[in-house]
């Protein structure tokens, strides 16, 4: 990596600010998935051990500037408490001589979790004022929080402009290494598995990856609009009209090129998009008037199990089918077995594709879960993110 990482500094007795992601989802005051907070653990243990003063910074919802009871970062840190084991000083802002006076009283390991930061308007309109204020508060800046790493904000790439130093937190390091540097540079046969519901939303991606990869699969509702390009029946499954003259184009750059791309060749398809519909399984260009695509069908998990039997580097992005219904999710679990059961480096980015790692019981038996939704999408798709850029060089 060519930035600095959180392990290149020195951080015995300094202040290190450390932008984190706690926008987690809440029930009230009862926080329903603690995944962001646990993500960032490593970083902040580490910082801890080296000696330094632990000082976070994150957003919570969207109070658009101003004070909302409800977007307090107070369930995070109590939450934090339990899982460091020690005391976590909530500071009542983010910004103030307030909260620099709680600064001051820290010690060597202390951690303080300072306001939401979005109750300051300074924080999205990336203020030089707000992002001097930020940096004032430390003696070095670590972004942890990949998951924001596509937002110029203040928090994220102004406050970089006020430090001395602006390194990658352990999450952030891992993150890059693994959806940029791994797909940039990726150990091969590389099969990018590009799934979804509209072509609009990933023609980046599959363009991008289609430079890097060996071979590319595509499924999802978005291989509608493909099977459509080439003359096939999709019954109503979900297909953009406008872009169908685009995916002939991906398709013939894939002929000429010389790049394999795989479509699904069998279909579970119901006539209502509904859990409880009525659904039967039928081969590619045989969907009947009425019916829609909504998972792949058991050839084409096989299809794809050869696919990807003697790849060395998989990416996958975006569930094969309709997962959240249960009566449709096995295509995309079927995915994720192949993927816990392969020898290659695995990486799954995406929230849907992530949350169907989850549900399969499998996410222990992938190299790397991405824990960014846009951020990820966007460095998939060979983009600079600023909150990356701003990081001090090595």
Known sequence: MSKLSVEDLQLKGKRVLVRVDFNVPLD?????DDTRITSALPTIEYIIKQGGKVILMSHLGRPEGKVVAKYSLSPVAKRLKELLGKNVTFAPDC????????????NEGDVVLL???RFHAGEEENDPEFAKQL???CDVFVNDAFGAAHRAYASIAGVTKYVSQAAAGLLMKREIEYIKDKIDNPERPFVAIIAGSKVSDKIDVIEHLMQKADAVIIAGAMAYTFLKSMGRKVGKSLVED?????????MIKSLEERIPLYLPVDHVVADDFSNDANRQIVMRGRIPDGWEGMDIGPATVELFRGV???????????PVGVFEFDNFMDGSIAIAKILAESNAITIVGGGDSVAAIHKSGLADKITHISTGGGATLELMEGKELPGIIALTDK
């Open 308 to 318: 990807l039997s003697d790849a060395k580097t998989i990416t996958w992005n975006g």
């Open 115 to 117: 306001e939401n930061l």
């Open 95 to 106: 910004i103030g001589n307030e909260v620099k006076a709680i600064i001051d009283k820290m």
């Open 135 to 137: 940096a004032e508060l």
């Open 242 to 250: 406008d872009k169908l003259e685009l995916a002939r184009s991906i």
């Open 28 to 32: 009230g005051s009862t926080i329903i």
